[in-house]
């Protein structure tokens, strides 16, 4: 029977339909000042019926838009991995867009690491592999005015509500902020099959710097693209779902747990 997840570590996965026996878990991280329901509202009902479908809720936005936002990538990491270790009695693949992308693989690097857990898969989208994040000019620091671009090309909602924009503004501002300060000390192999995906038109990033998380992926990598630009899932949302699952196709087929045989030396992200 599935663990319950700790009353303090609820607030970090929102699941819209909770199984009582997923074949595979499948867990979202949204891109920089992003919110878990509005990056996957839809993905649920594109999903099997066996697999649950769970989105990370960062502070600082939706039901937690009281709380501060966390501005560095350990902290973070500490919070999801506690949420996600009680269902890690289902594998469990790990999904992240932008931002998204490097917290997923710093999630899936430190349940290896210290919980011996080994995701199903890696699925990596329309951010630069980890190692390339240390490149200074990646550090340059962004101004108001381009998060307010960024922010509405994401929600263009926003330019009708200023007192959205402004709560908006406060989440992207701290996740730019992680995104500035992290500097991995190191960049260990995934176990798990490492999937790339891309929007053909992205402005930021490009076709080499998805193709760069070939350097963690332990067992195998693939890139893949879909029509638009760094927003592509919202047109290519049904297409990039339909590949997720089927990639997902066989991961309850390697049984219920996906501990590791033995312990991998631990790992954390250390900030400028």
Same mark, same amino acid.
């Given at each position: *029977?599935?663990?319950?997840?700790? =009353?303090?570590?609820? =607030?970090?996965?929102?699941?819209?339909?909770?199984?009582?026996?997923?074949?595979?878990?499948?867990?979202?991280?949204?891109?920089? /000042?992003?919110?878990?329901?509005?990056? &996957?509202?839809?993905?649920?009902?594109?999903?099997?019926? +066996?697999?649950?479908?769970? =989105?990370?809720?960062?502070?600082?936005?939706?039901?937690?838009?009281?709380?501060?936002?966390?501005?560095?990538?350990?902290?973070?990491?500490?919070? @999801?991995?506690?949420?996600?270790?009680?269902?890690? +009695?289902?594998?469990?693949?790990?999904?992240?867009? /932008? *931002?998204?992308?490097v917290v997923a693989y710093e999630v899936a690097v430190r349940l290896a690491g210290r919980h011996r857990i080994s995701p199903a898969a890696l699925l990596v989208s329309a951010y630069a592999a980890p190692h390339l994040c240390a490149d200074d000019a990646r550090r340059i620091p962004i101004g108001d005015r381009?998060?307010?671009?960024?922010?509405?090309?994401?929600?263009?909602?926003?330019?009708?509500?200023?007192?959205? *924009?402004?709560?908006?503004?406060? !989440?992207?501002?701290?996740?730019?902020?992680?995104?500035?300060?992290?500097?991995? !000390?190191?960049?260990?192999?995934?176990?798990?099959?490492?999937?790339? &995906?891309?929007?053909? +038109?992205?402005?930021?990033?490009?076709? /080499?710097?998805?193709?760069?998380?070939?350097?963690?992926?332990?067992?195998?990598?693939?890139?893949?693209?879909?029509?638009?630009?760094?927003?592509?899932? @919202?047109?290519?949302?049904?297409?990039?779902?339909?590949?997720? @699952?089927?990639?997902?196709?066989?991961?309850?087929?390697?049984?219920?747990?996906?501990?590791? +045989?033995?312990?991998?030396?631990?790992?954390?992200?250390?900030?400028?």
């Amino acid at each position: *029977m599935t663990e319950t997840i700790p =009353a303090d570590s609820r =607030a970090w996965l929102l699941r819209q339909r909770p199984l009582a026996e997923p074949r595979v878990r499948l867990v979202c991280f949204p891109h920089a /000042g992003g919110d878990a329901p509005m990056s &996957y509202r839809g993905w649920q009902d594109r999903l099997p019926a +066996d697999v649950e479908l769970s =989105a990370v809720c960062y502070p600082g936005r939706q039901n937690r838009v009281n709380e501060r936002p966390i501005d560095r990538m350990e902290p973070l990491v500490d919070h @999801v991995c506690r949420a996600l270790v009680p269902l890690a +009695d289902r594998p469990l693949a790990l999904f992240g867009h /932008g *931002m998204g992308a490097v917290v997923a693989y710093e999630v899936a690097v430190r349940l290896a690491g210290r919980h011996r857990i080994s995701p199903a898969a890696l699925l990596v989208s329309a951010y630069a592999a980890p190692h390339l994040c240390a490149d200074d000019a990646r550090r340059i620091p962004i101004g108001d005015r381009q998060l307010a671009e960024q922010a509405a090309a994401a929600d263009p909602a926003l330019l009708r509500f200023p007192e959205l *924009m402004d709560l908006a503004m406060v !989440a992207l501002r701290a996740d730019h902020d992680l995104l500035h300060a992290y500097r991995p !000390a190191s960049t260990p192999l995934v176990t798990a099959p490492v999937v790339g &995906y891309r929007g053909t +038109d992205d402005p930021r990033v490009s076709h /080499g710097e998805m193709r760069a998380w070939s350097r963690v992926a332990g067992s195998g990598f693939e890139l893949r693209t879909f029509p638009g630009d760094h927003f592509y899932p @919202v047109d290519a949302e049904a297409a990039l779902v339909a590949d997720i @699952v089927e990639r997902l196709s066989g991961a309850g087929d390697i049984g219920q747990t996906f501990h590791e +045989d033995s312990p991998t030396s631990s790992h954390s992200s250390q900030p400028a």
